[in-house]
């Protein structure tokens, strides 16, 4: 067994989301280089997938203890599930999913666990009946799961990957949200489209770094051992990238512009050394890229829900500080031919 580096505190895990198992094994090899581990938020019936659908990855991360199934049978509970229905409730009332109905869909399922069935059951069935008064949901076929309208189904999700941030920190785990689905940022802040704004704060969506490369065909043990040396620059800058966003979106927009300008070369000659890094161990082009989609605001009034909502990708603010509310989204991409 490759032995990992030594953790200080609640390890910093990249926490998946819209589905409970990643789209590309390539992305996450890249992954991590940047995090402690991932993070997936697995019913308890399908709590073997990931080993099953792709052993070669799941079963060695598992026993390097980089791989963290959640349930969320036991991670979704009443508070969490308050949360959730507060938030649908007012997207529901808003009209913004009216649209939805107007172009036939094949549903997809959604756990009813992740719907906060046990958390709170009875609030997990109002918004099950506020959905299905709309034709944006049905009655579960299986017992175990509801067929949604799949931009429902990924709005929940992305929601409860804000949501739950803070239920990581009793496993040892800092939950930072991670999708490998840019598009379904983008998807969701169109549909959404709300006016209103956080009471002091903007969206910060910081550009595309190209910072390694297409990871698909090489050895997992090797991955971990160049891991196991570098993973600290990685990790740096992951974590720095998260701070800029953060406090790019607490200032006026010219003191935004003049800090983005002196830290935005600091961010981009820290990727290009880690774009360097990387072609020289696997001797290929580089091909992946991590962007972040942020926002933090004072809530001194207004709903912080509501106001969260208005960022799009980073759906959902929780509190940093007394005064503070905010939430995040790291950003992940590969793609051929990237110089």
Request: charged share 25%.
């Amino acid at each position: 067994m490759i032995s990992t580096p030594t953790f200080q505190g609640p390890r910093d895990v990249a926490f998946y989301y819209p589905g409970p198992f990643w789209y590309s094994a390539s992305w996450v090899k890249n992954l991590l280089l940047f995090f402690d581990g991932l993070a997936l938020l697995v019913p308890t019936y399908m709590r073997d997938r990931p080993s099953a659908l792709e052993p070669e990855m799941a079963v060695p991360l598992t026993s390097e203890g980089l791989l963290h199934i959640l349930e969320p049978e036991a991670l979704v509970d009443r508070q969490a599930t308050e949360q959730l229905a507060t938030a649908l409730v007012d997207i529901i009332a808003s009209g913004a999913l009216d649209p939805l109905t107007k172009t036939p869909t094949k549903f997809q399922e959604l756990s009813w666990s992740r719907l906060g069935g046990y958390g709170d059951e009875n609030l997990a069935r109002m918004i099950l009946e506020e959905l299905k008064g709309r034709n944006l949901a049905e009655d579960s076929k299986d017992g175990v799961s509801i067929p949604m309208h799949p931009i429902v189904r990924s709005l929940v999700l992305v929601l409860l990957a804000q949501i739950l941030r803070p239920y990581g920190k009793s496993r040892g785990l800092d939950l930072a949200p991670a999708t490998d689905r840019p598009q379904l940022v983008s998807a969701l802040r169109e549909l959404l489209n709300l006016d209103a704004a956080p009471s002091a704060g903007h969206v910060v969506t910081l550009d595309l770094q190209t910072v390694g490369v297409d990871l698909t065909d090489v050895p997992l043990d090797e991955i971990l051992s160049f891991r196991r040396a570098h993973l600290a620059e990685h990790r740096r800058y992951a974590t720095n990238v998260r701070s800029l966003v953060r406090d790019l979106s607490l200032l006026p927009q010219e003191e935004r512009e003049r800090e983005l300008g002196d830290r935005g070369r600091e961010i981009a000659e820290a990727a290009d050394a880690l774009r360097r890094l990387s072609t020289r161990a696997w001797k290929r082009r580089a091909a992946f890229g991590l962007s972040i989609a942020g926002a933090a605001w004072t809530a001194t009034s207004g709903n912080p829900i509501g106001a969260a909502l208005a960022v799009g990708g980073a759906i959902l603010g929780l509190q940093s500080t007394p005064k503070e509310a905010g939430a995040y989204t790291y950003i992940f991409r590969a793609r051929e031919g990237w110089a």
